[in-house]
């Protein structure tokens, strides 16, 4: 990366950081906060990946991960927003607290404090004007409610753990308005760009390196998998989105160290995802490209495409998996469930749909009342908060395609990376047919963030348009 990244806006908000931008950013102290901030978290993460919960090194690792985060937090919202990047990309898991919980979690606890403590001091908290809030708070609200509707009927197994759902729901919408809250120079914008394609590349190579056993599910022996037994079918949609926003900082970024090191980073995490042998992320990543298809940079489209082409000649298990993956969706409607996992879906989507959501078509069941294995998001939201609340679901999904074409209107970086923002939002849209693509921590946190990034782009280019015009006038 490049020692200083050009940018002409000095404006901040009440939670930036109290140092104003300057002309130039310096990557020099976010590297070496990253590398202080990281290095006890990804320790952490390997520990836990090979040797479980049990290790005596968990606690000490993770309370060390803590205070550190805390102090790199507390002088620098926007280093916190980068130790979160990171953090998401390994995503280790907390010690001795409510399973599932993350170290990301923490720093973003702790980042949303410092912000909002920031923003209340200064006596005014940032605006959020974006056709996202009030679907999002109708969703929210109809969610809450069907909960309370599934508690009383006696549908929701695990109180905790629907409540631990509806907060993960808020929080990625709250990361997407602190990230475009906070972010006000395009210095912090390309390097958090740069950032999130290298946390992306970091779960790849940990991926390629620590590779797991298939288990005779595919077309060799071993597959990339996440950290900590993640399945492989999960890191590929968090791959997809990273690769996305990889590929738009490429087309955006001028040349140079940047632009190398994103195309480095990228091509990383897509040789990672093709040695998942993910089936449903060969698919997301397929419309992820034709996004890029239909626009000015077809160019990216074409090379990935032929990139593809050159690794399916070069090594034959990637083009033996496109074709069973081809076979697999063929059959699937009267194959066996035993040896096809698209029938076997088809049967477990057959007896959610009957067994929870035509017993409460209307409200639905209550958040947590089906589990995240049931593999289709639609179907989740349905049995979730019923025809109700599915409605506000896809205003909700609307909302975000409005917002991303709304981004692609302004002219420069924000255009180009609003193209990968939406390359991720397809290919999630894809995966929600066969995964909770939409509930998941693993796409949920990078994909909000970069909604968050790319709304901040289109500020910062809106600032700049303005500051210009007032000097020449």
């Excluded at 990339?224 to 993640?230: H, I, L, N, S, T």
């Excluded at 090594?315 to 969706?329: A, D, H, K, L, S």
């Excluded at 074409?405 to 939406?422: F, K, N």
């Amino acid at each position: 990366m490049q020692g200083a990244i050009s940018s002409r806006s000095p404006h901040r908000t009440a939670g930036a950081s109290s140092r104003k931008d300057s002309g130039n950013v310096s990557a020099v102290p976010l590297v070496a906060a990253l590398a202080v901030g990281a290095a006890p978290a990804l320790a952490l993460a390997i520990v836990v990946s090979k040797e479980g919960m049990q290790n005596p090194w968990v606690l000490p690792l993770a309370v060390i991960t803590l205070m550190v985060n805390i102090f790199i937090i507390l002088s620098d919202i926007r280093m916190g927003l980068a130790l979160f990047l990171m953090a998401a990309g390994m995503s280790p898991k907390l010690p001795g607290i409510y399973d599932n919980l993350r170290v990301e979690d923490f720093v973003f606890v702790v980042t949303f404090i410092v912000w909002l403590g920031r923003a209340m001091s200064s006596g005014r908290v940032p605006q959020l004007r974006s056709p996202l809030l009030t679907p999002f708070l109708a969703l929210t609200g109809i969610s809450i409610f069907a909960t309370l509707w599934g508690i009383g009927i006696g549908t929701i197994p695990d109180i905790k753990y629907s409540f631990f759902l509806q907060a993960k729901r808020i929080e990625y919408f709250l990361i997407f308005w602190i990230v475009s809250s906070t972010i006000r120079s395009e210095g912090w914008l390309r390097l958090l760009t740069l950032v999130f394609a290298a946390s992306g590349a970091v779960a790849a190579i940990y991926g390629l390196i620590n590779p797991s056993s298939s288990y005779g599910q595919s077309v060799t022996d071993t597959r990339v998998m996440g950290p900590e037994g993640e399945n492989y079918n999960t890191l590929a949609g968090y791959l997809v989105i990273c690769i996305g926003a990889g590929m738009s900082a490429v087309a955006g970024f001028p040349r140079g160290r940047q632009r190398l090191f994103l195309i480095v980073a990228t091509a990383i995490s897509l040789i990672a995802l093709l040695m998942t042998f993910s089936r449903e992320g060969y698919i997301m990543m397929l419309g992820a490209v034709l996004v890029f298809g239909f626009s000015r940079f077809r160019i990216v489209a074409l090379t990935s495409m032929l990139l593809f082409i050159i690794i399916g000649f070069a090594f034959p298990p990637v083009r033996q998996n496109i074709e069973n993956t081809i076979g697999t969706i063929q059959a699937a409607p009267t194959d066996d469930p035993g040896s096809n996992s698209l029938t076997a879906r088809f049967r477990s989507w057959d007896y959610r749909w009957n067994g929870w959501f035509v017993k409460q078509p209307l409200l639905g069941n209550g958040v947590g009342s089906v589990a995240l294995s049931v593999d289709n998001e639609y179907l989740l939201r349905l049995c979730e908060v019923g025809l109700l609340g599915f409605g506000l679901f896809l205003w909700f999904l609307g909302a975000i395609s409005r917002q991303i074409m709304q981004l692609q209107r302004t002219q420069g970086l924000p255009q180009v990376l609003s193209l990968g923002l939406a390359a991720g939002f397809v290919g999630l849209l894809i995966q929600a047919t066969v995964a909770a693509s939409f509930t998941s921590i693993r796409t949920m946190e990078p994909f909000w963030f970069l909604l968050g990034l790319v709304t901040a782009a289109t500020a910062i280019s809106r600032a700049n348009s303005q500051q210009t015009l007032s000097c020449a006038s």
